[in-house]
């Protein structure tokens, strides 16, 4: 069975660092487009970072400059690092693996990691 297991969310401070990652397991990991989605009280989930199996990397505008996604094609694992972190980026952060396939696509996705931003 798949297997996407997130870590690293905690309660930090504003301005404050924290580094999530995911590691994968039972799916030919560098066939996959990597992401970090978050999820916060009351909205909808929004793609934050994403990276492609050959490292081209996108950001959401809210943080551009502050965090860095990246990947271990090795290790199976995909990293998220959050810089100057705000209130605003308290949310539920999921991982996710995705495949385009003809005209279809495969998702698979992990469970979440919580990270709240508070002082």
């Known amino acids: 069975q798949v297997q996407l297991v997130e870590s690293g969310g905690g309660l930090v401070q504003p301005g404050g660092s924290l580094r999530l990652s995911c590691a994968a397991a039972r799916f030919t990991f560098s066939n996959y487009a990597m992401s970090w989605y978050r999820q916060a009280p009351g909205k909808e989930r929004e793609l934050v970072a994403s990276?492609?199996?050959?490292?081209?990397?996108n950001y959401a505008d809210s943080v551009k400059g502050r965090f860095t996604i990246s990947r271990d094609n090795v290790k199976k694992t995909v990293a998220l690092q959050m810089n100057s972190l705000k209130p605003e980026d308290t949310a539920m952060y999921y991982c996710?693996?995705?495949?385009?396939?003809?005209?279809?696509?495969?998702?698979?996705w992990g469970k979440g990691t919580l990270v709240t931003v508070s002082s």
């Open positions: 990276i492609t199996n050959i490292g081209t990397t």
């Open positions: 996710n693996a995705h495949r385009e396939r003809g005209f279809s696509a495969i998702d698979y």
